[in-house]
């Protein structure tokens, strides 16, 4: 057990709360799990706000941890420690916790020093000596643990015009634990062709879906041990209904929302002229102000971070996009941003604790001033140019440079989406992060495409720990709550939780894009059938790696019957009214499912696709030492030595490290007159899928490919194949589950060969390689 002593004090003043409360030892949580109890925090407050009343300002926090030997914790805990210690000062003070800042400076932390050896010793107890009680006489040592200062800008979080108007303390939004919300009510690809409903998530209609009364979304996320939830389309498609119920259900499930603008509207042909956002945006924020985003004179208290453009990069390969790529894409995100800090002004709505970010992609680009080459960090660096000379944009803000540069400074966050494992994403980021400062960043959408429950339990774990190390990162929402069932194809693998049988329906749902409807409410399941073992144990893996718990016994998550079918469905169409259905009966519990077993010969899905490219030449240097390049057909019988099991078992070393598949380049096409059928038949031992490649380089062959007409070279190369162990009876060897056509076609029309120069090249060697490829399956039977 520990013992915590608590002090304020202001210039020639000092107040010393009488209590000194038991608190649990964990180091990571110290402070976090309730660490002062509830008179602490009053006497705590009684005597802050004395102060403050008194001198308005700046004050110093000391105080003192016992029995915690801190020279054992390593960076991470510590870390930890020193931003949760923040977090209950700035909710103890009622400030926001990024005005706590420590002994250099950095918000959000205190400076954790160790007592020194005498007083260590003086004040050293056994652990589990008896704590010591709240009329003890013993002082307190004057050694100094922490130090901090908080800026007196009061914030405390009201409801009010609700039922409710009690002060409630917000979980600080670093380190970010949150989860992405899109949870349309369809449980088939475009709603079983009805159409799809409003993307709005945070209008009334949907209350039946996120309400305590209702599924309970909101507060399922909670149990997970989410802190936020990012939300899409919340701001921009023009909703009318009430959203202040939405921000007053997350207010009391203690979660801060993340609102995002319908990014969308930059590529409507009547808003954003040029990609000039400021008044599609300035109009989209003042419409969400009269809707419950907009109370006592600031945005609503549950709101933390608006995320005013999500994956801007995108808008350069739009058609509208005729000036130049990059200037698009940023043109767009900071006239936005310039028009929401004149909503902000128009409507006299103070910014205060709400962030600034717009979230990119984490495909490679370059920043618009060309400094910057990276995934995800080129955006970083546009908003960086983009601030200091919106010019290099072709815009001309309204706002000063000032304003703007104020805003970037106090409010921005950097941000990008990925389906990336953490370890390589942080690799790519933090490498070079110091360039931009103190501005910190986050993962809006991670992913984990395909990763088992160990993996993302040990990702979204490490992200934390990362966190709290103060080196800019702050960690990131969990891409998604509820499958994208309208989506079908690869969205189908992010839910962590599938829909089941319907219990409601929603109300009236609508924006100025989709009619007003009322659709299904379903309930949440756990089991993702298309997704196989431990893959399908999301939410299992964001509860551990969270300490949350996965909520039961509750309406909302389904006491029985499957998931929703993975595909199209006779999906009920909306309707005015939709009655609920009654309890389905049980079913068994994730926890008892039996794994998932395959029949001798049967190969895994495709998807999630799971491979290892394979071109593993028998060369230790360039160009073989001189002597010539061996053979690029890996997948002869001659190269058994390396991918057989009585060999080096290159294959089994796939299967080992979790492979599902296998992707192969010059497979066919570079007549190799051997047997390739052992080397399928041990894949489809090993269950590895086998994605054999064509020899590309056929196309830019003089002889081969006239005109780049790849119909007759693909055809021959098919067939010559087929002859060599790829056909199996009347079909392809059953190992053999996806044809790489051609590798990278797009540079054909850099090639001598193609003349005039243009993307007919590319186009025409594709679609005639394909052709040939069908030709020879017909021809062969």
């Known amino acids: 057990q520990a013992i915590l002593a608590l002090a304020v004090s202001a210039p020639k003043k000092r107040a010393r709360p009488g209590v000194r409360p038991k608190v649990a030892a964990s180091p990571e949580r110290l402070f976090r799990d309730a660490v002062m109890s509830t008179l602490a925090r009053s006497c705590l407050c009684l005597g802050c706000w004395a102060v403050v009343a008194s001198t308005r300002s700046d004050l110093e926090w000391t105080a003192e941890v016992l029995n915690l030997r801190y020279e054992a914790l390593h960076d991470a805990q510590a870390g930890n420690l020193s931003m949760a210690y923040a977090a209950e000062i700035a909710a103890s003070l009622g400030v926001p916790v990024l005005d706590v800042t420590d002994a250099d400076g950095r918000p959000g932390r205190v400076s954790l020093l160790s007592l020194d050896a005498s007083v260590a010793s003086a004040t050293e107890q056994p652990v589990d000596a008896a704590p010591m009680s709240p009329g003890s006489q013993e002082a307190p040592t004057e050694a100094r643990t922490g130090v901090a200062t908080a800026t007196m800008t009061n914030l405390r979080t009201v409801v009010q015009g609700r039922r409710q108007s009690s002060v409630v303390t917000m979980p600080p939004l670093w380190p970010l634990k949150g989860i992405a919300y899109g949870a349309l009510p369809c449980a088939s690809q475009t709603c079983g062709g009805h159409g799809l409903p409003s993307r709005d998530m945070a209008q009334v209609g949907y209350a039946a879906q996120w309400s305590r009364s209702g599924r309970g979304d909101l507060s399922t996320m909670a149990s997970l041990g989410a802190t936020a939830v990012r939300m899409y389309h ?85 058609p509208k996009c005729t000036f130049g790529g990059a200037r698009c894409r940023v043109k767009a995100v900071i006239s936005a941003l310039d028009g929401v800090l004149a909503a902000e002004k128009e409507a006299g709505v103070d910014g205060g604790r709400v962030k600034l970010t717009a979230t990119w992609s984490f495909a490679m680009r370059t920043s618009i001033d060309g400094l910057v080459n990276g995934p995800g960090t080129f955006g970083f660096q546009d908003i960086v140019a983009g601030i200091k000379d919106p010019s290099i944009a072709s815009y001309e803000p309204r706002a000063s440079l000032a304003e703007l540069s104020d805003a970037f400074a106090k409010r921005w ?26 501005t910190p960043w986050f993962i809006g959408e991670y992913g984990a495409n395909g990763q088992p429950a160990a993996v993302i339990q040990s990702d979204l774990e490490s992200m934390m720990l990362a966190a709290g190390r103060g080196e800019g990162f702050v960690g990131a929402a969990f891409f998604q709550f509820q499958t994208a069932y309208e989506k079908g194809g690869s969205e189908m693998n992010f839910g962590l939780f599938s829909l089941g049988a319907e219990i409601g329906s929603t109300g009236e749902v609508c924006d100025d894009s989709s009619p007003c409807a009322t659709w299904p409410v379903r309930c949440l399941n756990m089991e ?114 390396q991918w057989g099991i009585e060999g080096r078992d290159d294959l089994g070393a796939m299967r080992s490290v979790g492979a599902n598949a296998v992707r ?56 010559y194949a087929l002859d060599r162990g790829f056909r199996r009876g009347s079909g392809w060897h059953p190992a053999v589950a996806m044809l790489i056509l051609l590798n990278e076609p797009d540079f054909f029309e850099h090639a001598p060969k193609c003349q005039p120069s243009g993307a007919w090249c590319r186009v025409k060697a594709v679609i005639s390689a394909l052709d040939g490829v069908l030709d020879a399956e017909r021809a062969a039977g």
């Open 234 to 318: 919340t701001l921009g498609l023009g909703a009318e209904q009430d959203h202040g119920q939405f921000l007053d259900e997350a207010l009391r499930a203690g979660l801060n929302v993340m609102p995002g603008y319908h990014t969308e509207m930059a590529n409507e042909a009547d808003k954003c002229i040029d990609f000039d956002c400021f008044d599609a945006w300035k109009e989209a924020t003042l419409q969400g102000f009269a809707v419950g985003f907009k109370a006592q004179g600031g945005w609503h208290n549950a709101v933390a971070a608006l995320v005013i453009m999500n994956e801007p990069d995108f808008l350069e390969n739009s």
């Open 664 to 719: 192969m380049y010059h497979s066919m096409g570079l007549k190799v007159d051997s047997d390739h059928g052992a080397f399928l038949d041990r894949a489809a031992a090993l269950g590895l899928n086998l994605l054999p490649g064509y020899h590309t380089q056929s196309a830019d062959d003089p002889d081969e490919c006239p005109g780049y007409d790849c119909f007759d070279t693909w055809r021959a190369a098919t067939l």
């Open 413 to 438: 966050v950097h941000g990008l989406n990925t389906q990336a494992p953490w370890g390589f994403v942080n690799e790519m980021i933090s490498k070079d992060y110091a360039r931009f400062g103190s």
């Open 528 to 641: 993702l059938q298309w997704l196989q073992g431990a893959i399908g144990d999301r939410a299992a893996a964001v509860a551990a790696a969270w300490h949350g718990t996965i909520p039961s016994g509750v309406a909302g998550i389904c006491t029985g019957g499957p998931s929703a079918p993975h595909g199209p469905s006779s999906m009920p169409p909306p309707s005015p009214a939709m009655p609920a259905s009654s309890t389905p009966a049980p079913t068994t519990p994730r926890s008892t499912r039996a794994p998932v077993r395959l029949p001798p010969g049967t190969l895994p899905p495709l998807r999630p696709l799971r491979g290892v490219a394979y071109g593993a030449l028998p060369c230790k240097a360039h160009s073989c030492g001189g002597h010539g390049l061996p053979s690029e057909d890996m997948e002869q019988q001659a190269y058994e030595a």
